[in-house]
Every structure is written in C-alpha cells, then in structure tokens.
T-cell receptor, first 114, second 114 residues
Framework: GNSVTQMEGPVTLSEEAFLTINCTYT??????LFWYVQYPGEGLQLLLK?????DKGSNKGFEATYRKETTSFHLEKGSVQVSDSAVYFC?????????????FGSGTQLTVLP | DGGITQSPKYLFRKEGQNVTLSCEQN?????MYWYRQDPGQGLRLIYY???????QKGDIAEGYSVSREKKESFPLTVTSAQKNPTAFYLC?????????????FGPGTRLTVT
C-alpha cells in the first residue's frame, strides 16, 4: 500500500538555523507529493507541492525536491524564523484512482527559538 | 473570500449521543473529504465525496456517517457506535485534475466526548 514516513520530532532550532525535515514514501504508481503546515489550533495549509520526478516545489523560503530514485521529498529552509514554528506534514496523492485522496505522514513538530 | 468553514470550533458531547459536524465550502469544488487527526499522528481519511449524492468510505469509516445533498455542504455525523470519538476533525475540498490537484482544508472542529 501507500505510505509516508517522516522524520520524528520534535525538532527545536534557533532562529536563522538551517532546517531539514526528512520524508520518504512508498507508492504504487507515480504520486504527487505535498508538504502541509499546521499552526496551533488550525487546519492544514498547503506549503508546496511537486507533481513529477525532479520537480522542485518552493514557497516562503521552503523547498523540497521530488527524488524518485530515493523515494524522498525532504523539506528544507535555509534560515528559519520563530514564525515557522508549526507541525509539518508530508503527504502523497495518486491520480490513478478517482478519489485522489492524500496519505499523510505522522507530522513533525518544529519549534524555533529566538 | 472563498474557503472552507467548519463549525463549531469546539464541541462537547456526552457519551452515547450522536453529533453532527458542519463543513461548508464556497470554492465550487466537486470533491470533499473528512479526516480525523489524533495527537502525534497524521490525518486519517474517514469519508469522501466526489459529487453530490455520492460518497465513499475511507480508511476509518466505522462509527461515522455523511451526506452530500448539496455541492457546498458535507456534514459528518459521529455516532454513538464510534468507540473513541474524541479527536480533531478536518474537512477538505479538492481542486484540479489529473496529477495536478490540491486539497484545501478548513480550520477544524475539536470534538470532546466524555
């Protein structure tokens, strides 16, 4: 079946530090890959996405590259801010099957200290 | 503003009572989803609907029911048969086709059953 494995948290960084959150996946077919962010008490917001191998998604200084050879989609940011503190979810979705539902990882809690 | 609304934000019920969570969207999306989120876990799919008057069970449908009488609305009923109903419930809708699609999430409803 399809699954997403994320780096376990929590992750605590100082402001301006480099961030990497690892994400690997298992899927039948060719999934689209997503990173969502959830701030405390809120729903999920789409952060970035990639739809095919070697695509790079980017938004708000965050980047992730779809690596088919390593089945990975690691999230990176060069310099984190306190406002980046949130839970980050990696997800995959398949277009074969009409549901296009998402399969989520367990989430990684990020705390950025001033 | 277009978006997804869920109400109420917090909901408290006694064990043995059915409760209905509201989800409304004005994005004109055909597909809608209900997810459950438990602490430290990713999201799990409860039900989804791709078109009015049609819906399918997700991975954890037992103890839940839905209806889709209007495109804009996808209410979820948590029945007394759900053994562990206390959780954060997220509604989403989907736009896009093929491999290019995105899910948009509402702010969530936190249900506590005692």
């Amino acid at each position: 079946g399809n699954s997403v494995t994320q780096m376990e948290g929590p992750v605590t960084l100082s402001e301006e530090a480099f961030l990497t959150i690892n994400c690997t996946y298992t899927a039948t077919g060719y999934p689209s890959l997503f990173w969502y962010v959830q701030y405390p008490g809120e729903g999920l917001q789409l952060l970035l996405k990639a739809t095919k191998a070697d695509d790079k998604g980017s938004n708000k200084g965050f980047e992730a590259t779809y690596r088919k050879e390593t089945t990975s989609f690691h999230l990176e940011k060069g310099s984190v801010q306190v406002s980046d503190s949130a839970v980050y979810f990696c997800a995959l979705g398949l277009s074969s099957g009409s549901a296009r539902q998402l399969t989520f990882g367990s989430g990684t809690q990020l705390t950025v200290l001033p | 503003d277009g978006g997804i609304t869920q109400s109420p934000k917090y909901l408290f019920r006694k064990e043995g009572q059915n409760v209905t969570l509201s989800c409304e969207q004005n994005l004109n999306h055909d597909a809608m989803y209900w997810y459950r989120q438990d602490p430290g876990q990713g999201l799990r799919l409860i039900y989804y609907s791709q078109i009015v008057n049609d819906f399918q069970k997700g991975d954890i449908a037992e103890g839940y029911s839905v209806s889709r009488e209007k495109k804009e609305s996808f209410p979820l009923t948590v029945t007394s048969a759900q053994k562990n109903p206390t959780a954060f419930y997220l509604c989403a809708s989907r736009t896009g086709t093929g491999n290019h699609y995105e899910q948009y999430f509402g702010p969530g409803t936190r249900l506590t059953v005692t």
